[in-house]
């Protein structure tokens, strides 16, 4: 009943089930499944796609041997498991070159080859078919302001994304970029903190029609905020492009938790969100099973992610269909037939509504049975209603 819908598009990284359960005090728990593996655990999980940062699929120091040995190897997995590449993204975080950032470094020389790799990393994902490209700035920022200038920063990240966009034109590409943002972790501090940062930077861009957001849940609840707040404003704008879900306790570090494992309400609400405005791009887990788990309990944290998604899907369908949730919803949503007046500006309208009888006191006695509502919500989610 809960099967993954293929037309939600649901996606995994090579870097997310391929995780070997390294932490920073610990070694890998598990051996590295390669890519085949990756691809038969995703296809036996009933995935939609798998998406990679260049050195996922081709390690760094790769001859090209070995990367068209790797590469066709791919290949073969997708096409044996219906596997497709909807993503591709580029490493500019693991090699100690980018130790003080990408395309915000200091050296110049640093820049230009953050700049190449991309380039490189472009024309290996459009080698798979990927038409979104996803840039995670991990090591853009800064430990102490005394080391970069912050409003550098911003113009060598707007430099690198311009010449980026005209070479996905020239090339033909066909690419949209998702920015993703990220309080810290790796860096003390990161710059474009959060979604909002970049939907900010975006119209400054040259092709601002080609760029938009790729929002994550882990990274705003990291940082305490409210995370379908910030997908709702790259919604209404047009500008989710691709979607992290995950799932992340506030205050502690990168979890990566798998999505809806300990968020149940926010899951829901984002979900619900989603399916209610029809958000039609790939829904992309960005998680790691626990760090104690076996490659046959990765498959498990797979099917799970998915199967969570279903689930709460049903239940957004359920709560959108209780009467009694509509019913509290018409009182909460009072309506007067007033509101036409700021619809559009006029100084007829302006003069109208200046003379309008709105009685705060009485306005002030309208009810919202929000306690009424949330119990409603939480009993659907508890599975009793
Ligand atoms: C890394 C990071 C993610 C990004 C990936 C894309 S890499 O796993 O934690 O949030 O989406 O670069
Ligand atoms: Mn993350
Ligand atoms: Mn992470
Ligand atoms: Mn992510």
Same mark, same amino acid.
């Given at each position: ?10 996606? !995994? ?13 610990? *070694? /890998? ?13 995703? &296809?036996?999980? &009933? ?28 290949? #073969? ?23 003080? &950032? ?67 034109? *020239?090339?033909? !590409?066909?690419?949209? !970029? ?36 790729? /929002? ?52 829901? !609400? ?7 405005? #029809? ?50 919803? #018409? ?5 007067? /037939? ?44 508890? &599975?009793?209603?």
């Amino acid at each position: 009943k809960y099967a993954p819908d293929k037309k939600l598009k649901f996606t !995994f990284g090579l870097w997310t089930v391929g995780n070997p359960g390294r932490d920073p005090f610990g *070694e /890998p728990t598990r051996q590295k499944p390669d890519v085949r593996q990756i691809c038969d655990i995703l &296809g036996t999980a &009933g995935a939609y796609g798998v998406n990679f940062h260049d050195n996922d699929l081709i390690p760094i120091d790769a001859t090209p041997e070995q990367a068209a040995q790797i590469k066709s190897e791919f290949r #073969k997995g997708l096409k044996d498991n219906g596997l497709v590449v909807p993503m591709a993204t580029t490493n500019l975080f693991s090699d100690p070159v980018f130790k003080d &950032g990408a395309f915000t470094s200091n050296n110049a020389s640093i820049r230009a080859y953050a700049i190449q790799k991309t380039m490189r990393a472009m024309d290996l994902g459009a080698e798979f078919g990927a038409k979104i490209y996803v840039f995670w700035g991990g090591r853009e920022g800064a430990e102490s302001d005394a080391t970069k200038n912050p409003v550098d920063a911003v113009k060598r990240f707007r430099e690198a994304i311009d010449f980026l966009c005209e070479y996905n034109i *020239e090339q033909k !590409f066909g690419y949209k !970029f998702a920015f993703e943002a990220k309080p810290n972790e790796p860096r003390g501090h990161m710059y474009f903190a959060v979604t909002g940062s970049y939907l900010a930077l975006i119209p400054t861009l040259a092709h601002p029609e080609m760029c938009g957001v790729n /929002p994550e849940f882990a990274h705003e609840t990291m940082a305490g905020l409210n995370f379908v707040h910030h997908v709702a404003q790259a919604l209404e704008m047009g500008k989710l492009f691709h979607i992290d879900l995950n799932d992340q306790e506030m205050g502690r570090f990168d979890e990566d938790f798998r999505f809806g494992s300990t968020s149940y309400k926010s899951a829901f !609400f984002l979900v619900k969100m989603l399916e209610d405005y #029809k958000y039609n791009g790939p829904r992309h887990f960005d998680s790691h099973a626990y760090r104690q788990s076996d490659m046959q309990d990765v498959g498990a944290f797979a099917a799970g992610s998915m199967r969570t998604y279903m689930i709460l899907k049903e239940k957004a369908a359920r709560w959108n269909a209780d009467p009694e949730i509509q019913g509290l919803l #018409k009182v909460i949503n009072a309506q007067d /037939p007033i509101s036409k007046l700021t619809k559009n500006y006029s100084s007829g309208n302006a003069k109208k509504l200046l003379a309008a009888p709105l009685d705060r006191v009485e306005l002030a006695k309208a009810r919202l049975p929000y306690e009424q509502l949330d119990q409603l919500t939480a009993e659907i989610l508890f &599975g009793v209603r």
